[in-house]
């Protein structure tokens, strides 16, 4: 069978939660550029989001569901525990990034500074301003996290981590998130940890057009 494609613009966080799995499971990939609402991703994502994913016959949207094929489809290292205790750690934290944290850091957070529809694309400071409460609340919460073990789900590397991930980076870019990240060491321990892996050094993006 050929290699597994994905689908979608390697700036999107998603995107790159699924190529860190492949990277980490030792599976070669492809990745075909597409933005968001693309025919090519609307043919696979019934609203249009990326990534989409195909192998061979198969086609998949949603990033928890791409990597637990990935994870159960090819031999490497397990990316959610076998065990059920571990495995249902690593489902929380996955979900609680896709549910909680995801939506303030990057829907609201981040799209203040990066997408506001402003003239001239200033920042929307009242979508800031009225995000950054959270914002803090989730530093405070993986600060406490971090500072218990070494990865987000256990003592070692899983999907949370990878989903958590391409959050920060861009968490590291926009002021009031970098302020919070250098004062919050176990987070930062934990980032530059996740930077000595191959799986995250081969998947940093190019800037956001518009934002170099
Ligand atoms: N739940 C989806 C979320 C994917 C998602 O929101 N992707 C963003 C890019 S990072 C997107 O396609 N946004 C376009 C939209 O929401 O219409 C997943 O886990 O794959």
Redesign the pocket.
Known sequence: MTAPEII??P?????R??RIACIEKGVDYTLTPAR??SPE?KAI?P?????AFRHGDLTL??????CGYVDMAFAGPALIPRDPVGAAACEQWVSLM?TSI?PVL??DYLRGHFFSGLPDGAPDRVRIDAALPKVRDIFALLERELSARDYLAGDKFTLADAFLLPVLHYMKQLPESQEMLAASPHVTAWYDRMMARPSVAETVPPPVPGRS
């Open positions: 979608g613009a700036q999107s966080n998603f995107v939660t699924v968001p609402h991703v994502h609203f249009g989001k990326i990534p949207c949603e990033s928890k569901a791409i896709n995801d990057m829907r």
